[in-house]
Structures are given as C-alpha cells and as structure tokens.
C-alpha cells in the first residue's frame, strides 16, 4: 500500500483544514488507517484512527471534539479534518495503515506510512 497525504498549510488559530490521504491498490477496505503528527523537535505522536469499516474511531485527548476522522473505501481516501486549530496543532501530519486494531494509538501497528504533510497555525 503506498500512501499520499495532502491538504496541509497555513491556517490561523481557529481555523480549520481537511487533510486527506488517498492510498493505492485495492484492498484499501481491509486497512485501518491512522493519523500521526510530529511537531518540530518532538516525537511523533498519535492523533487519530479509524478500522477497517468506519464502525470503530479513536483520537487523542488533545484532538478530541475538535478533529474527526472518516474514510471513503471506494475512493481508497482517508480523511482528518480538523477544527478549532490551535498553535500546538503545528505539525508535519502522517497517515498510517495497519491490518490489526488493537492498540490504535501505537506507530508499531502500522506497516505503511505516507510522506507527511505540514500544518502550520499561526497565533
């Protein structure tokens, strides 16, 4: 599976952006999909997930009520918008995809990463 992350930018604090992340072959249904952001001079951390169907989402403390996470499995895209931007929210944002949902909230579940996109919100 390879992954494209996009929609990254500049937004200003209480703004908000959709990121997406559209992800090759065709067996995008059968992945969970997560979201990870790595902020300058921090460790990557977890943002958001999703399983296979859509049926199971979870977020970080510091996301939830604010970033909401879905998918489109027929057009292979996994979605993160994100609302109510704060200056913290700064950061290169990764998608992942996994086969298992055990522990979402862990990059060890995850076999495929994309590039990343940056966030920027200014204050």
């Known amino acids: 599976v390879q992954l494209q992350a996009s929609g990254g930018g500049l937004v200003q604090a209480g703004g908000s952006l959709r990121l997406s992340c559209a992800a090759s072959?065709?067996?995008?249904?059968?992945?969970?999909m997560g979201w990870f952001r790595q902020a300058p001079g921090k460790e990557r951390e977890f943002v958001a997930a999703?399983?296979?169907?859509?049926?199971?989402?979870y977020y970080a403390d510091s996301v939830k009520g604010r970033f909401t996470i879905s998918r489109d499995n027929a057009k292979n895209t996994v979605y993160l918008q994100m609302n109510s931007l704060k200056p913290e929210d700064t950061a290169v944002y990764y998608c992942?995809?996994?086969?298992?949902?055990?522990?979402?909230?862990?990059?060890?579940?995850?076999?495929?990463w994309g590039q990343g996109t940056l966030v920027t919100v200014s204050s």
């Open positions: 992942a995809a996994g086969t298992v949902w055990r522990l979402p909230s862990s990059d060890y579940e995850y076999e495929y």
């Open positions: 072959g065709r067996t995008f249904g059968s992945y969970a």
């Open positions: 999703i399983s296979w169907s859509a049926g199971n989402t």
